[in-house]
Each structure stands twice: as C-alpha cells, then as structure tokens.
C-alpha cells in the first residue's frame, strides 16, 4: 500500500497540523480525498481534529460535505485508538 509508511513519516513531520493559507490542515486535505488510511495514520500521529479551516470547518466536517462517510468512521475509529495509546487529538 502506497500509505504503509506515513504514519512514521508524519511522526517525524516538525507539525501535522501545519496549515495553508486556507487553513486546510494535512487532515482536511485527507478527509477532503477519501484518504481513510492518511486519516488514521495522521489522527495516530497527534493531528488535531478539531481545527477548522477558514471555511470553519473541521476535517470530519469535509468529509461529511463530501459524502466520505467511510472517512468519517476512520475518524471515529482513529480517535479511539488513538485515546487508548495516550495520543492527544482534541
């Protein structure tokens, strides 16, 4: 798979909740394109999902608009992991 390796890249990203100037984080973005597997691996990597972009909206709420709902369970699921391993997402 293509995403195999991004959780350990992203772990050593500087800041996964970098934004542009739209405020779209890497999470936004992977939310946006039904990227579920990005999701988790960013979500697990301590992106915050609660941001939201100049549009205010949160990533979940992208994926919501794009009709991405396997991407919204991939959210869901990755918080929960994610709180059980200790890592902060807000």
Known sequence: MVYSNFASVSRSMQDVNASNNEKNTPLHWACLNGKKE????????????????????TPMDEAVARGEMQVVDAVSAAVAQAELQGVSVN
């Open 38 to 57: 990005v999701v988790k691996a960013l979500i697990l990597a301590g992106a915050t999902v609660s941001l939201l972009n100049s549009y205010e909206r």
